[in-house]
């Protein structure tokens, strides 16, 4: 039996593992930041089912989380987004093709990777409590809690604060539960919820047919997109990037999978992020890129093969094709709330990461790259705390 393609249960519950991550970060992105959700969900797939074929493991894809959290946090613009898609393809292509990925893997230490994690993941959580109790900049925009919810409160309740409550109980209760993800159940939930209070008239919003992805539906960005966006997106995503989506995970897919993984390098997993990402930016997605707490997440939930990967690919790319961009209608479904929850379930997930640090002058790096992020922003407490952890490496120096 050729294990390399399996299609049974066991692939379609870990096909679903890291669903958690991906929607909500997708979702808030498309919702908050304007993205396509044509171009999003199309890329997501078909990044899904190419890495499953070149690699031929389970290979996870993911949002970059340090560009997605402080984009739906601050409410950046779609193309200042779209150039951190093409800056961040452009530079994991120039370090994955030179071979230098393995050089510059030294110089990011665990300190400044978890500061950086830990500070995305603040970012989100405090979005996600934002979005429950309708303070989001896109909610005061709207002028309403939940835009497309016909009942607004449930009582002296906001309807918000109750969805957060009990979305906030399911998701801790399904948070180990294999065959019924936490953030699937979630987010189902929410739409059966939408269904039967929205104010959307589903069946005559959808136009099923054939609906292909628009060429740069954002146009150009300008130059000083760019400019913002390598200062703001690209430079503290890269520490993040390069510790988690590229030697993590190459080192994690290795333990599971032994020699099938031959072809997940450190310059191969460069290379594929960097092609998805150009990808992303010619059809108007967000930052895409693997990680190691995906892989594990569908590893954990049952995939074993690279099966799973054309599951859940497949699942996107003909959901996309079907709907186009009467997507937006079925995100219109989930409420504001849901989404909260489910950002401050994966800002939590990320934040944990800092618990494998062991040392106090670890901790105070991490730290000082949270404090200097929330009050200026994480380029800022990125470049701080690598000053920080060298000047710390002395033994002159204690906390």
Not at 57 to 72: D, E, F, L
Not at 222 to 233: E, G, H, I, Y
Request: a positive charge.
């Amino acid at each position: 039996m050729n294990k390399t393609w399996q299609f049974n249960r066991m692939e379609v519950a870990g096909s679903l593992g890291d669903l958690g991550t991906l929607l909500p970060i997708s979702l808030g992105m498309i919702l908050a930041n304007g993205l396509d959700p044509t171009g999003t969900f199309m890329t997501i797939g078909l990044f899904f089912i190419f890495s499953g074929i070149y690699y031929k493991v389970t290979v996870p894809v993911q949002p970059m989380k340090v560009i997605g959290a402080y984009a739906i946090a601050t409410g950046m613009t779609a193309p200042q987004i779209s150039a951190s898609v093409f800056l961040v393809g452009c530079f994991l292509l120039i370090i994955g093709g030179t071979g230098t990925i393995t050089l510059i893997g030294k110089y990011i230490t665990k300190p400044v990777v978890r500061g950086v994690q830990l500070s995305t993941g603040i970012l989100l959580m405090a979005e996600g409590v934002r979005f429950i109790v309708g303070t989001s900049k896109f909610q005061l925009l709207k002028a309403s809690a939940e835009p497309w919810l016909s009942l607004q409160h449930l009582g002296p309740l906001p309807i918000g604060i109750v969805l957060g409550l009990v979305g906030g109980f399911l998701t801790l209760l399904f948070l180990e539960n294999k065959k019924f993800p936490a953030g699937l159940l979630v987010i189902i939930g929410g739409l059966l919820l939408g269904v039967l209070l929205g104010d959307i008239d589903l069946f005559n919003s959808l136009s099923l047919g054939i609906h292909l992805p628009s060429f740069l539906p954002h146009g150009l960005p300008s130059q000083v997109d760019f400019s913002f966006a390598l200062m703001a997106l690209v430079l503290p995503q890269i520490p993040m990037t390069l510790g988690n989506a590229v030697i993590a995970y190459a080192d994690l897919s290795e333990d599971y999978f032994g020699e099938k993984s031959k072809k997940v390098t450190y310059r191969a997993a460069c290379i594929s992020m960097a092609l998805a990402n150009f990808a992303s930016f010619f059809m108007g997605g967000m930052p895409l890129c693997h990680g190691a707490g995906g892989l594990a997440a569908h590893y954990r939930f049952g995939a074993r093969s690279a099966g799973s990967n054309l599951i859940i690919g497949g699942f996107f790319v003909i959901l996309t094709l079907l709907l186009g961009s009467g997507l937006i209608v079925l995100l219109h479904l989930i409420p504001m709330a849901i989404l909260g929850v489910l950002l401050l379930f994966a800002g939590s997930q990320l934040a944990l990461t800092i618990m494998d640090l062991k040392e106090r002058k670890e901790f105070f790096v991490a730290m000082i790259i949270m404090g200097i992020t929330l009050a200026s922003n994480l380029a800022a407490g990125f470049m701080v705390g690598i000053l920080v952890h060298w000047i710390l490496k002395s033994d002159k120096m204690s906390i």
